[in-house]
């Protein structure tokens, strides 16, 4: 099987995500139960999807779109962070449930935990979806939080019908090991099928495909669809096509006294492999993209690029 189809050069980048406010609280002890813990708290924007679409901007290109549902109490200031950092915001304001929080507990190694309250997200629905909003596009990235409820799955399945249709090349996120456990493997890889792109971390593509080792998971998930992309944090990055690993990407070293926060690692790899692949670069050229802005997103507070 040959390598996904590569988005055409110089189209936008349309992100259908998550737009998360994120409150992060950093803790360099233990939490201590039933008491006080010391720690260090923002409040900050955020969301798989947001963050990748922030990061793609970052590296470079041009028109980065976002959808996304949010609260009403909040719609103001997620547009602003989006147009502050070079993306164009297409946010669903919703009136009766508030924007999706994560309070996210990281630690010394600066490992985090997330507690999510999906709120807004998963309300996205094809209502908010039309086949217009890919005038122009060159490359759907949907974020896997999409898929964990009925109506923002089904806003989701549309906006990949609707891609495929119109020879737009779609990627995906899984998002979450979680609720990838929650919804069932299975039936996560039966609703993402048509997507020429997955780009799980190591955890999420074990709990796909049931191999324990990371190289034989990207095999199995680059079956599926033409190519996947395995992110290993620290390690690098697994780029497989047609079942076969075609590149092993390191990543550039980091510090530890400098690493601060590995929340949006992951959304920084894809969104600057996403703005590579839409320069013309191949796939292991786009991972060492990625792999160079998770290794830079590791070293800020928060999910998004440090000028944000």
Known sequence: MTEAAAPAPGGALLVVG????????????????????????????????????????????????????????SVGWHERALLAAGVRPLLVPDPEVPTATVIALVDAAAERTFLTDSGAVLRLSPADWSAGLLDGVAALHLSGYLFFAPPSQAAAL????????????????????????????????????????LLPN???????????????????????????????????ALVAEGGTV?????????????????????????GAFLAARLAGADLAEAARAGCAAGAEAVTVVGGRPPSV
């Open 18 to 73: 998550d737009v998360v406010t994120d409150v992060v609280a950093r803790h360099r002890t233990p939490l201590a139960p039933a008491t006080d813990t010391t720690a260090s708290i923002r409040t900050l924007p955020g969301g798989a999807g947001a963050n990748a679409a922030c990061w793609a901007a970052r590296r470079g290109h041009r028109d980065v779109r976002l959808l996304g549902r949010v609260g009403t109490e």
């Open 246 to 270: 075609t590149a092993r990407v390191a990543a550039p070293p980091v510090a530890p006294e400098r690493r601060v926060d590995s929340t949006g690692a992951g959304d920084a790899f894809t």
């Open 158 to 197: 549309l906006a990949l019908r609707d891609a495929r249709a119109a020879g737009i090349p779609v990627s995906v996120d899984p998002a979450s090991a979680g609720f990838l456990a929650e919804l069932g493997p299975e039936r996560f890889l039966g609703a993402v099928e048509g997507a020429s792109l």
């Open 202 to 236: 190591a955890d999420e593509a074990r709990l796909l495909t049931g191999e324990p080792d990371p190289e034989a998971a990207a095999r199995v998930l680059s079956r599926r669809g033409p190519s996947a992309v395995v992110t290993l944090g620290a390690a690098g």
